[in-house]
C-alpha cells in the first residue's frame, strides 16, 4: 500500500510541474507576440469561420488556470493532488478491509466445535481485515478467561479503529486549506489591482475589471477543491462508519460463540 501511495504522490508531482511548464511556455509566448510587429489585415472571413472551435473543458481550465496566476493556482492545485492521493489510497485500504462477518463468524463457531481454539485461530488468521484481526486477539487470550478476551477485544479494536481512521486528518486540512489559500489570492490580487490605480491615476474600468477577475479565479480554484475534497471525505466518514458498527456487532457475536464454546465443555 506504501507503493502505491509513492506511485499517486509521483503522479500528482508530475501533474503539477506539467501544468507549471504549460503555463511558462503560455506566458512566454504572449511576450513574444506583443513584441511583434502586428501582421497585414487578414481578408474579411465568415463569422463561423473565424469563431474557431469551440474550446474543449480541458483547454478552458487551462486557460483560466493561467489566468489565476499558475505560481499561486499551483498551491491550490497541489492541495487536490495530495488529497485525492490520500483519499484513493483509503478508499482502497477500507474496501480491502471490509470482511463477510457472517461467514467469519460460522467459520469460527465450526472451528471451535471440531477443532478447538487452535482451529478457530488458523480460520480467524487467514482472514483479512480487522475484524479477523481482533477474533485473533479475543483467541490468544480463551486460556486467561472471558474476561481477558472481552477486555482485549476491546483495546484492539480502538487500535483497528486507529488504522481506519489514518489520514482523514490530511483530507479535512485540505479542504480547509484550499479555500484558505484561495480568498488569500483573492486578497493579494486586489491588493495588486490597487497599486495598478494608484500608478495609473485613474479608475479605469477595465483596469479594474482584469485585477478582480484574476484575484476571483483563485476563490473559485480554492472552493471547487474544497468541494471535491469534501465529497470523497463524506464517503469515507460513512465507510469507516459502517466498518467500525460491523466490527462491534461482529465483536458481540463473537464473543457469544466464546462463552457457547466454554459451557459446552
Known sequence: MKKLTTLMFLTGFLAFSSVAVNAQDANVATEDAVEMSAPAPAPQQDEDFAAGPEQSFHQVVKEQFIAGGWKFMGIVLLCLILGLAIAIERIITLNLATTNTKKLLKGVEDALAKGGVEAAKK???????????????????????????????????????????????????????????????????????????????????????????????TTVGGLIVAVILQLFYNYLISKIDSLVNSMEDASISFVDILVKHNLSK
Open 123 to 217: 480460520v480467524t488468521k487467514g482472514t483479512k481485515g480487522p475484524v479477523a484481526s481482533i477474533f485473533t486477539q479475543g483467541l490468544m487470550r480463551m486460556s486467561e478467561g472471558m474476561e481477558m478476551v472481552e477486555k482485549s477485544i476491546i483495546s484492539y479494536g480502538s487500535v483497528e479503529m486507529g488504522k481506519l481512521e489514518r489520514g482523514m486528518v490530511w483530507i479535512s486540512l485540505f479542504i480547509s486549506l484550499a479555500p484558505m489559500l484561495g480568498f488569500m489570492g483573492t486578497v493579494i490580487g486586489m491588493i495588486d489591482a490597487f497599486d495598478a490605480i494608484a500608478e495609473a491615476g485613474d479608475v479605469s474600468p477595465s483596469l479594474v475589471a482584469g485585477g478582480i477577475k484574476i484575484a476571483l479565479l
